[in-house]
């Protein structure tokens, strides 16, 4: 033992000869005595010291080789050493814990490395009562700047260069600067101070302090805290390893609270399915009952809201045609007998204007009674044609195309010149995509645009025309922006050239080859120099001036005319197109058979009244049955430009729609026709197979609608009726099997076509 007391003296002397001793060596322990370190010398000797002492304890310890008992010389030596060690080191404590040394610890407490928790003590630290700002604000904004230039860029840059002498210098310089404010010393201690909880009378006084530092320099703001931390004295941001572990705590954040909503989600259904199959168990059925009641709320809420719906678009409609909102009654019974009410006054009203009598239950003359308000008849007239135009605008047009009769040179081009602008057309029959059984006729028609002017540049913003059928008394107003869905720039002397078509819904008559008449304008505007194009002002303008496009005619081809009536061919019959289904029948008998007329299939026995004049019906120019689950209307109108009044010679046309509404394809395969004229006393019987000339397949809801012709030899009885014909029938037809083609029997049924007139319009007294 006296060895090992030995060795632990001579390191402890060699520990303190050498530098870093002082990093681990407890100051406590340098004044303590150890045995034979008087021996010991700083100078070059020590090593001989240190084996002089080895020899020493090796001598020593080799006494039991003399005949001493080994037992016995350890114990006595291990009781002098203990007696020895007790006296040299009672009393050694820790300078940081205060604790007692004991030097047999195989991990003796050491002195701490200088850092952010254990500082080295300065000697010459200076007291608060001697702190002294001695820079001006200017100096400490300039030092803080060079500090956070340190900090941020010089100090990373050395290091990642692995420059350590460079790092070490510019460290050292940071610390200088720092410590020539003191303002940074005494906000460290006051953010100790309060971090660590201390008295307010040591934060208060510390803050004094600093507010006597003259506060924080320009550049660092401390807020109500009342210190600054180092990453706002060196202006750090957020580091990415610092942001990335705050965006994964918010994602861990959000998936927790997803997964609470989740959890508390599921406990809900599970409590409500709970509540349900206790209810079930209690009440069988009830929820069945419950989820029906609800599936027929929501439908009728459907249907209403879908009703509702169709009401508005009609009412929009109708204010649109008619200009108001039509008187809506409080019932449909007052709605069905105001409508009856008006509809017998309108009849009553035709029949005495028809008759030459004047309306004497009316103070209003006739003449102001066209100009007031209009019956509801006229007004379903009146928007019954506005429908048919396609809800364009409409405009009265030219009598000689109205009659047929054209007063103009007929000509399939034109060219006008309007201002800087020419504009050229020219039509021809596209027999492609025209269909004449079915009265559609298209024409195609090419315009060219020329910008004539030397110097401007103009730009077409819209364009406006009027189409007028032949027939029709109304003009179709065709407008829109710009052509084609463009607006060209025409430069001087450049030409814009389109081509378009017009699809007609027309027939040929027999005094003109005309099918319709057309002419229009362009709106367009002039471009000042260096404009490209119109500004949104010019184009919400319109155009500044028009340009017109002169009025040509689309003309029937050679094998779509009609050929016209002459008197020499008053004995033949009346020609009509191959759409027609002309329905001639034989004059009156008290009318002398002047001309031969084509004759009957057969003849039956006529109604009373009609011979006699007497309608004893109601008289009506239309009609609309369904028989079998299928559904004819008719509606009929005088043609006045194919009739004669000076010769009897009376056209009527009829339109007649038959739609399936049942739930199989049919194929109607012929037609029968009874027609009796005024005064006759025979009905003449018109049959054939087919409509038109075709077997139409109409599937479920589909329909077929054709017009036709009645060319009437008859003399009126004004004096009686304005009816010339009455008129009724059925059309055969059979049921198809699935495939559309197959009938399903040889015996066909029979869909009614209901009674109707052909009723001359008020005449013009002589």
């Known amino acids: 033992m006296r060895s090992t007391s030995l060795a632990l003296g001579a390191f402890l002397a060699q520990a303190e000869v050498v530098p870093f001793a002082k990093a681990f060596v407890p100051l406590s322990l340098g004044g303590i005595g150890i045995r034979n370190a008087g021996t010991f ?14 020899n020493l304890s090796m001598a020593s310890s ?21 007696g020895e060690l007790v006296s040299s080191y009672s009393g050694a404590k820790s300078p940081f814990t205060g604790l007692k040394l004991d030097p047999w610890d195989p991990n003796p407490l050491i002195k701490p490395r200088p850092s952010r928790y254990f500082k080295e003590t300065e000697e010459d630290a200076i007291p608060d009562d001697q702190l002294v700002q001695k820079m001006s604000p200017e100096e400490r904004k300039e030092n803080l700047s060079v500090m956070r230039q340190i900090r941020k860029s010089d100090l990373p840059d050395l290091r990642l260069r692995k420059d350590h002498a460079g790092w070490v210098e ?37 803050r004094n302090l600093a507010a006597k530092m003259g506060g924080p320099p320009e550049g660092i703001d401390v807020g109500s805290k009342g210190y600054a931390v180092h990453t706002e004295i060196y202006d750090i941001g957020i580091s990415p390893t610092r942001a990335a572990s705050l965006l994964d705590r918010e994602i861990r954040n959000d998936r927790a609270a997803r997964g609470r909503a989740m959890m508390a989600e599921r406990r809900k259904n599970l409590e409500s399915a709970q509540q349900q199959y206790e209810e079930d168990m209690r009440f069988p059925g009830l929820r069945e009952d419950r989820e029906a009641k609800e599936r027929r709320e929501r439908t009728m809420r459907r249907l209403m809201g879908e009703i509702e719906e169709d009401n508005k678009k009609k009412r929009d409609r109708a204010k649109d045609l008619l200009g108001k909102l039509p008187e809506t009654p409080e019932s449909r019974t007052k709605a069905m007998e105001k409508a009856l009410k008006e509809a017998r006054e309108e009849v009553k009203k035709i029949r005495r204007e028809q008759l030459g009598q004047e309306d004497s239950s009316s103070d209003i003359p006739s003449s102001v009674d066209a100009a007031g308000s209009k019956s509801s008849a006229a007004r379903a007239r009146e928007a019954a044609a506005a429908e048919a135009a396609g809800g364009r605008p409409r405009l009265p047009g030219d009598e000689d195309v109205t009659k047929g009769e054209i007063d103009v040179p007929v000509e399939p081009s034109s060219q006008t010149t309007t201002g800087p602008l020419q504009v050229e057309v020219s039509s021809v029959y596209n027999k492609d995509q025209s269909d004449p059984p079915m009265r559609k006729h298209c024409f195609q028609y090419t315009i060219r645009i020329t910008n004539n002017s030397p110097t401007e540049t103009i730009q077409l913003l819209g364009r406006r025309f009027e189409i007028q059928t032949v027939g029709s008394s109304m003009k179709d107003v065709v407008q829109g922006e710009g052509v084609t869905g463009r607006t060209p720039v ?25 099918a319709a008449r057309m002419r229009g304008e362009y709106r367009y505007v002039t471009l000042a120099e260096g404009q490209e194009t119109a500004s949104d002002e010019q184009i919400k303008a ?78 009506n120019d239309n009609s609309e049955e369904t028989s079998e689950d299928v559904k004819v209307a008719v509606t009929s109108s005088y043609r006045p430009e194919r009739s004669d009044p000076a010769q009897d010679r009376h056209c009527f046309a009829y339109n007649i729609r038959i739609t399936n509404e049942s739930k199989q394809s049919i194929q109607l395969v012929s037609r029968r026709f009874e027609i009796q004229t005024i005064g006759n006393s025979n009905k003449d019987v018109v049959q054939g197979p087919g409509v038109t000339g075709r077997q ?66 008020a005449l013009s007294a002589n």
């Open 490 to 514: 025409l430069k001087p002397g450049e030409v814009f050239e389109y081509t378009s078509t017009a699809p007609l819904s027309v027939r040929p008559i027999g005094t003109t080859v005309i």
């Open 41 to 54: 010398s700083m100078n070059n000797d020590v090593g001989a010291v240190n084996r002089h002492d080895l």
């Open 170 to 206: 510019a460290n050292n310089d940071l610390k200088r600067r720092y410590g020539r404010d003191p303002w940074f010393g005494v906000n460290e201690r006051l953010r100790d101070a309060t971090q660590l909880g201390e008295p307010d009378e040591k934060i208060e006084y510390l």
């Open 62 to 82: 080799s006494g039991s080789y003399l005949g001493m008992d080994d037992d016995e010389v350890d114990e006595d030596e291990e009781d002098d050493e203990d």
């Open 542 to 619: 319109g155009g500044e001036s028009t340009a017109d496009l002169g009025t040509f005619h689309f003309i029937f081809p050679e094998d779509q005319r009609v050929k016209p009536f002459r008197a020499e061919d008053e004995d033949e019959d009346d020609e009509e197109d191959e759409d027609d289904e002309e329905v001639e029948v034989s004059p009156a008998a008290a009318k002398p058979a002047s001309s031969p007329s084509s004759t009957p299939a057969s003849t039956l026995p006529g109604d009373a009244d009609m011979q006699s004049g007497d309608i004893k019906v109601p008289l």
């Open 696 to 761: 139409p397949i109409l599937k479920p809801g589909e329909s077929f609608e054709y017009t036709s012709t009645a060319p009437l030899s008859v003399k009126p009885m004004t004096e009686k009726t304005p009816v010339v014909a009455r008129m009724q029938g059925e059309y055969n037809f059979v049921l198809l099997s699935d495939d559309g083609s197959t009938p399903t029997s040889s015996t066909p049924l029979q869909a009614k076509l209901g009674l109707f007139h052909f009723i001359l319009p």
